[in-house]
């Protein structure tokens, strides 16, 4: 109750969540003859809405983020998820390991320049009215391959040939679930020092994965440690999971995510997006002054720089 009286209070939500619009579709890139499914999330309304994106994990859907990007929708929010061949849950028959190589992350990268070019180009999606989008007010997110994905769209610097060009200007911020550090050899500040817009880290303190295990819980907080001041915010929460952020209300044990895990990331994601795409004042100054701490327990933390 205090979490919902504070969030309410600090941040100003409406009283009552907009009405969403969901539409699913798979858009084709005949250039690269790449079928990409997309869901769609579009708040009731016919004003001008700011977007994000949203990219799955290894192994992820459509279904994956819904927590987040209902939330987002509800509070004027479009959002569109994206689902990535190749890294999809497609790979849970084929062999989870073949969705992890570096050309898997070049094809999500282009998946997302593709969707925004769709967005820019279509003027609706079944139910939903795709014109209302303001795509100058562009937000991208992900967890987990999909952090890396929204890692590599923001600025993130790669000694690959075939990752030169991945950032994409149109996105104006950023929120990665579960990020992760640099390829090992590769330097903190060359690979995050580029990454000049406004970024939400959001992390926990078990937030591991035996695939990866050479990362630990603390390396996700390394991205926002080496990011260039401006807007960079990190969010860990105590004794969260690496599924925890994944957004579905089960997890893949069967178990339902932390009530105050899930209410905070909500509260805080949703502060960032309105304080960078929807150029709230009352956002602004309460992330920035770390308010979001009022809203955590103990062995939370927030930072803001």
Not at 251 to 263: S, T, Y
Request: charged share 20%.
């Amino acid at each position: 109750m205090r979490i919902l009286i504070s969030t309410l209070l600090l941040l100003a939500l409406p009283s009552a969540a907009r009405a969403v619009t969901v539409c699913d579709a798979t858009w084709v890139d005949s250039a690269r003859e790449r079928a990409v499914p997309v869901r769609i999330r579009m708040p009731d309304g016919r004003g001008k809405i700011p977007v994000v994106l949203f990219s799955h994990g290894l192994g992820g859907s459509l279904d994956s983020g819904t927590d987040w990007t209902q939330a987002w929708a509800e509070a004027g929010i479009a959002s569109v998820t994206l689902q990535h061949p190749g890294s999809d849950r497609g790979i849970l028959d084929t062999g989870i390991t073949t969705g992890m190589s570096p050309m898997q992350l070049v094809a999500r990268v282009r998946d997302v320049h593709f969707v925004i070019d769709e967005l820019a180009r279509r003027r609706s999606e079944g139910k939903c009215d795709l014109a209302r989008i303001d795509l100058a007010k562009l937000g991208m997110s992900g967890h987990s391959f999909g952090a890396i994905t929204t890692q590599a769209v923001s600025g993130q610097h790669y000694p690959l040939a075939a990752m030169q060009g991945s950032a994409d200007p149109r996105i104006v911020a950023a929120i990665a679930f579960s990020p992760s550090p640099p390829m090992r050899g590769h330097d903190d500040a060359g690979a995050f020092g580029t990454v000049r817009i406004p970024f939400l880290s959001v992390t926990g303190t078990e937030d591991v994965v035996p695939l990866t295990p050479q990362i630990s819980a603390a390396d996700r907080q390394r991205p926002f440690r080496a990011m260039p001041p401006g807007r960079k915010y990190l969010l860990v929460l105590a004794g969260a999971n690496h599924m925890q952020f994944n957004g579905q209300d089960v997890l893949r044990n069967g178990m339902a995510p932390d009530p105050h895990v899930r209410a905070v990331t909500i509260a805080v994601t949703t502060a960032f997006w309105k304080a960078t795409l929807m150029h709230d004042a009352k956002a602004a100054d309460w992330l920035a002054r770390g308010g979001p701490q009022e809203i955590l327990t103990a062995g939370d933390g927030f930072e803001t720089k």
